[in-house]
């Protein structure tokens, strides 16, 4: 069974060729790979590939299908995309990726201002909502030139990381 | 001399678990105060007692000083340790302990309010002889009074709000056509900020050292220094890492500034733990910047190479009882450095980054100590401070101490928050680092080392994309069992379905 994934800009198409086991000989685009797999159920992976040893740990992002792997010192985000996330791209007519048109919260922390209302136009660059946390404000700009769809919280309300706050069409 | 046997903690996080630890071993009992938000935090499970306070937001709980006294009132603690930041330099909550016969962890309110008051504290360090940083001794209350001071001393100068604090109505003056509108900016900020205009003027330093000495005095008229700390590695004028001794100094330039830090403790009668801070040039010459009459964040190096541990010598000198060392008794052995870990993005002007963590894996090993308070499946709350934790290696000499702080963080995990460890890990690795040729204006004069954007192969990410497939395909297992075997089963997951079935 083969899925995409995307890590940054980069979609992989990955399947699994062979299995015994933990060991798994596993295809990467066009690369195949023999690895010794182990993982539990907090998410934590040991590979062994290539006589190297890999470390990383998954966490589950909020929304479903995104998970933040963290290795030595560095974070990446990944996100599945399965037939039904390839299906919703193809009946939109749109490549866009629900992370491209939305602003979502890196942090936990409380809205402090919203300078639009639904409706109104933006230019990409443009702060659209100021988040405070830890004694400091962060500014989140437009990601790209549209119209403000949706606003889904106010000023002053607490919000969770990787909460939907505004979606730009 | 009261012996102290219960001590109420006015804080919160990595500092009251530090200072418990210390009760513990000297069996004086620990009680925790928590806001609304701390319910969870480490501190309230390592306490004896613990009680709540008030709100998240700290000005209705950690800075209700009418509040804390009365639990320490009705819990019949003797003492009261500040820790720091909060109410550790609040001259009044000092004296109200005192009113209410609760022995404060600290120096004398009137010894705050002395150092606490920049001008005043100037004034003092030049009455007893100390360096300071050559600039005006009287607040300056009007623009032409200003604008004099500062054709005087010569540009460039820093003009600083008398009663200010955390950067606010503070400006920095470089050229003659500026002069008016920053003395302005500054006046009226000072305004907002701290309800009074007066300024003071100092000579702008470029990127100084950053050098503070540890001091100790006791009630019998007795003030030591505990050597010094290079604090250059600063981010938005907050420390990232420590480390003592200093690459800059010089045996004949130690004996020097810790004369004069034992000096300005003494010329006001100082007692308990307290820092001087000092800017020193590249020329070595050293200026008085102010007085932290409070423990310090970064105390642990001076722990580590003196051997001494300062919350105890906080409690003692409290007690009564005179230090039992003397200077000459004093020395530094080895090098410790410290590495703070803040919950932040490195990558993203080191904005905070709470959250919840997810797994946990502190470093062990020779040299190594952590003081932190995050735990698996502990929130760390977006109202107070980002950092996390403090990291502190000691060793025989620098260049080993900096080997061995690589190695303690690359063994440090933190799951499910950005954390400051891969940032301080590069520090490790940047020349002007390992030279000890650095100063304040290090981060900005590495920033492109220091954020060089991280070369990761192919083969790496594939073992990335590899990991979030059989996560994946092994979410979709669980949800439907019915389905094909799905090749993701291990021997983990195995044995746990075997247990469980076993269990039937």
């Known amino acids: ?169 | 001399m009261k012996k102290i046997k219960k001590i109420l903690i006015a804080n919160r996080g990595e500092i009251a678990i530090r200072i418990m630890r210390t009760c513990r071993e000297m069996g004086i009992s620990t009680v925790a105060v928590f806001s609304d938000a701390d319910r969870t935090s480490m501190h309230v499970r390592y306490a004896d007692e613990a009680y709540n306070i008030g709100p998240a937001a700290s000005v209705v709980s950690y800075l209700k000083l009418d509040k804390i006294i009365e639990v320490a009132v009705n819990c019949q603690a003797d003492a009261i340790h500040p820790g720091y930041g909060f109410l550790s330099e609040n001259s009044e909550f000092a004296r109200k302990c005192a009113e209410n016969g609760i022995i404060f962890i600290g120096p004398t309110p009137e010894v705050i309010d002395q150092m606490g008051d920049k001008i005043k504290a100037r004034l003092t360090m030049i009455a007893a002889g100390v360096p300071v940083v050559p600039g005006t001794t009287e607040s300056i209350k009007t623009e032409k009074e200003a604008i004099d001071t500062i054709r005087e001393i010569g540009l460039p100068v820093m003009v600083k709000a008398s009663a200010g604090g955390g950067g606010k109505g503070m400006r920095l003056i470089t050229n003659e056509k500026d002069i008016l509108s920053l003395v302005r900016s500054a006046r009226s900020e000072a305004l907002s900020s701290f309800g009074n205009d007066s300024v003071y003027i100092e000579k702008y330093i470029s990127s100084p050292h950053h050098i503070e000495f540890q001091i100790l005095g006791d009630q019998h008229g007795n003030v030591l220094h505990l050597f010094e700390r290079e604090c250059s590695v600063q981010r938005r004028h907050q420390k990232m890492l420590e480390e003592t001794p200093s690459p800059l100094m010089t045996p004949e330039l130690r004996l020097k500034m810790g004369a004069y830090a034992v000096e300005a403790a003494r010329a006001v009668n100082y007692t308990g733990a307290g820092t001087i801070e000092f800017l020193v040039d590249n020329n070595l010459n050293f200026y008085f910047l102010e007085m932290n009459t409070r423990l310090q964040v970064e105390h642990p190096i001076t722990e580590r190479v003196t051997g001494i541990d300062l919350v105890k010598q906080q409690i003692l000198v409290a007690e009564g009882h005179p230090l039992s060392f003397t200077q000459d008794q004093l020395k530094q052995t080895g090098h410790a450095i410290e590495c703070r870990i803040y919950a932040e993005d490195s990558d993203n002007n080191f904005m905070p980054n709470p959250g919840k963590i997810y797994n946990i894996t502190e470093p062990l090993g020779f040299g190594v100590r952590t003081d932190g308070y995050v735990y698996e499946g502990y929130e760390i709350p977006i109202h107070y401070d980002s950092m996390i934790s403090k990291l502190i290696v000691w060793a025989e000499n620098r260049t080993e101490a900096i080997e061995r702080m690589k190695r303690a963080l690359y063994e440090y995990k933190i799951t499910g928050v950005k954390t400051s460890i891969k940032f301080l890990a590069r520090i490790m690795d940047t020349p002007d680092f390992r030279s000890g040729n650095y100063d304040t204006n290090f981060i900005e004069k590495n920033k492109d080392i220091l954020h060089a954007p991280l070369k990761s192969t192919e083969d790496f990410e594939d073992m990335l994309i590899i990991a979030t497939y059989i996560e994946y395909l092994d979410q979709l297992n669980i949800n439907q069992t019915s389905k094909v075997m799905y090749p993701a089963k291990n021997r983990w997951k195995k044995y746990t379905y075997q247990k469980n079935f076993e269990r039937l």
Request: hydrophobic share 40%; proline share 4%.
């Open chain 1, 1 to 169: 069974m083969s899925f995409e994934i995307k890590l940054d800009k980069r979609i992989a198409t990955v399947e699994i060729l062979k299995q015994f086991e933990n060991l798994l000989e596993i295809k990467v685009d066009e690369k195949i790979y023999q690895v010794d797999l182990m993982h539990n159920d907090e998410g934590i992976f040991s590979i062994l590939a290539n006589g190297r040893s890999y470390n990383i740990e998954l966490v589950p992002q909020t929304k479903p299908k995104h998970y933040t792997a963290y290795t030595l010192h560095d974070s990446y985000d990944l996100e599945v995309i399965d037939a039904e996330a390839r299906y919703l791209r193809n009946r939109t007519g749109t490549t866009l990726l629900l992370s491209e048109n939305t602003i979502v919260t890196p942090m936990p922390g409380k809205v402090v201002k919203i300078p639009f209302s639904v409706g109104d136009v933006v230019k990409k660059g443009e702060t659209i909502i100021t988040i405070s946390a830890m004694k400091m404000e962060s500014e989140y700009k437009a990601p790209m030139d549209g119209i403000i769809a949706f606003i889904h919280v106010k000023e002053g309300s607490l919000v969770e990381a990787n909460q939907i706050l505004i979606v730009i069409e």
